[in-house]
Nanobody, 127 residues
């Protein structure tokens, strides 16, 4: 599966932004999807994951309550709605997909679990 992330940009603290990740290729609806981010000088970290049906989601504590992951399987797209953005949210955001199956979406919080990665989209939050 090929992934193409978009929607990044420069915003002020407190603003909102929605990232999109369009997929092509294999059966998108059977993949768990995730968002990760990598800030300058830091390791890539987990942001959110969503089950293949969209019925289950999991978030990093740092974004819980402010970010929302969703998907539209008909459009083969996963979204990340980011509200109340903070300067520490500045990072390159990556979408990822995996065909691995676990009993809970909570297990998909490490990048080793994902097989496919998009190219990343830069989000810059100014203070």
């Amino acid at each position: 599966v090929q992934l193409q992330a978009s929607g990044g940009g420069l915003v002020q603290a407190g603003a909102s932004l929605r990232l999109s990740c369009a997929a092509s290729g294999r059966i998108f609806s059977r993949f768990v999807m995730g968002w990760f981010r990598q800030a300058p000088g830091k390791e890539r970290e987990f942001v959110a994951a969503i089950s293949w049906s969209g019925g289950s989601t999991y978030y990093a504590d740092s974004v819980k309550g402010r970010y929302t992951i969703s998907r539209d399987n008909a459009k083969m797209t996963v979204y990340l709605q980011m509200n109340s953005l903070k300067p520490e949210g500045t990072a390159v955001y990556y979408c990822a997909a995996t065909g691995r199956t676990y009993s809970s979406v909570n297990y998909y919080d490490h990048d080793d679990e994902y097989n496919y990665w998009g190219q990343g989209t830069l989000v810059t939050v100014s203070s």
